[in-house]
């Protein structure tokens, strides 16, 4: 069995390639730092820089959403593979194929002040006994529904 599954950031904005032919194909390819379980012995976090390759929709989907900084978590398999540089020298790549991936956290830095619209609650004052709010139907403007 081949699955990986990484939570990490990515350490710059993801290079986006389209395949060449008849139908061209997303191709994203991001670096994930992934904090180690435990610290140096300095106490500082260590982390490795994980190569990701992710093809098709999940690569769309990195292009449209994903910038440096954004925590993923991202499900695929690892492979192995090499190649021969310019120089003639045989270089040996490790990469996971991103399968899933999707986000670690919300974008809580941007959307603060649209969070807590969202999550903020009147105070619940007019409580009946059964433990319901009263809502005044002008305030039915305010409601997440109708």
Excluded at 18 to 46: C, H, I, W
Excluded at 88 to 102: F, L, R
């Amino acid at each position: 069995m081949n699955k990986v599954i990484l939570m990490g950031r990515l350490t710059r904005d993801p290079d986006i390639r389209y395949s060449q032919g008849e139908t061209p194909m997303a191709v994203a390819r991001f670096t994930l730092a992934v904090n180690r379980r435990y610290k140096s012995e300095t106490d500082e976090q260590t982390a490795d820089f994980i190569q990701c390759v992710a093809f098709g929709k999940t690569a769309e989907f990195v292009e449209k959403y994903c910038v440096q900084g954004t925590k993923l978590v991202v499900e695929g398999r690892w492979q192995t593979g090499s190649y021969t540089n310019k120089e003639g020298i045989k270089i040996y790549t490790n990469d996971c194929i991103v399968e899933h991936c999707e986000f670690a956290e919300s974008r809580l830095k941007e959307d603060k002040e649209q969070t807590e619209t969202f999550t903020s609650r009147p105070e619940p004052s007019t409580a009946n006994a059964d433990g319901f709010m009263n809502i005044n139907p002008d305030d039915q403007d305010e409601l997440p529904f109708h």
